[in-house]
């Protein structure tokens, strides 16, 4: 049972450049998250969508997109990069809105931006 | 401005003694409060939650204590043990809003010497 797998888990890019981070999950699950990291602090959310075609801003949304064609995958796109990116990405699903808030996490996605 | 404060950013335990987290927060509207779990080069894992309507729950050797008047939770870990040493997150839910509004905190690195 992978659960959320997100790929790929290191990268280094150079400023200006794009690229995707992937995400997959295997629980069948409606809601999938995007959050990242920086040292020290807590979790900022980036991105989240709430089922197949609807995709919705959270509190950091500047400079990544995303789509969500299929229930299975999250895809985060890094447009132009910038050093403000650097950081630990992690991207999260969960069966619906919930009582408890219960997230499942990927192993996350270390980008640094040189 | 921090919603959700972890004040400690690390504590340092005994093998078989207790741990105590802590946990602020400044808003009256959160109605659900987890802790999750990360180890270095992993995706946090949920470990408990509590009900804003409770005051204690218990999942083993986990206890969430939670003072609504105060605006402070506890996360008591007994005994402690050595592969307790990881961060935890403090979280909380507002209740206007599902799993995409979790506020999470800075995080605590809990390490337990054996």
């Known amino acids: 049972n992978a659960g959320v797998t997100q790929t790929p888990k290191f990268r280094i890019l150079k400023i200006g450049q794009s690229m995707t981070l992937q995400c997959a999950q295997d629980?069948?699950?409606?809601?999938m998250y995007w959050y990242r990291q920086d040292p020290g602090m807590g979790l900022k959310l980036i991105y989240y969508s709430v089922g197949a075609g609807i995709t919705d801003k959270g509190e950091v949304p500047n400079g990544y997109n995303v789509s969500r064609s299929t229930t299975e995958d999250f895809p985060l796109r890094l447009e132009l990069a910038a050093p403000s990116q650097t950081s630990v990405y992690f991207c999260?699903?969960?069966?619906?809105?919930?009582?408890?808030?219960?997230?499942?996490f990927g192993e996350g996605s270390r980008l640094t931006v040189l | 401005d921090q919603q959700v404060k972890q004040n400690s950013p690390s504590l340092s335990v005994q093998e078989g003694r207790i741990s105590i987290l802590n946990c602020d927060y400044t808003?009256?509207?959160?109605?659900?409060f987890l802790w999750y779990k990360k180890y270095p080069a992993e995706g946090p894992t949920f470990l408990i939650s509590i009900s804003s309507i409770k005051d204690k729950n218990e999942d083993g050797r986990f206890t969430v204590f939670l003072n609504k008047s105060a605006k402070h939770l506890s996360l008591h870990i007994v005994p402690s043990q050595p592969g307790d040493s990881a961060v935890y997150f403090c979280a909380a839910r507002p209740t206007q809003g599902g799993s995409e509004k979790l506020v999470f905190g800075k995080g605590t690195k809990l390490t337990v010497n054996p």
């Open positions: 629980m069948n699950h409606n809601y």
């Open positions: 808003n009256s509207m959160f109605d659900y």
């Open positions: 999260a699903s969960s069966y619906g809105p919930g009582p408890t808030g219960e997230l499942f």
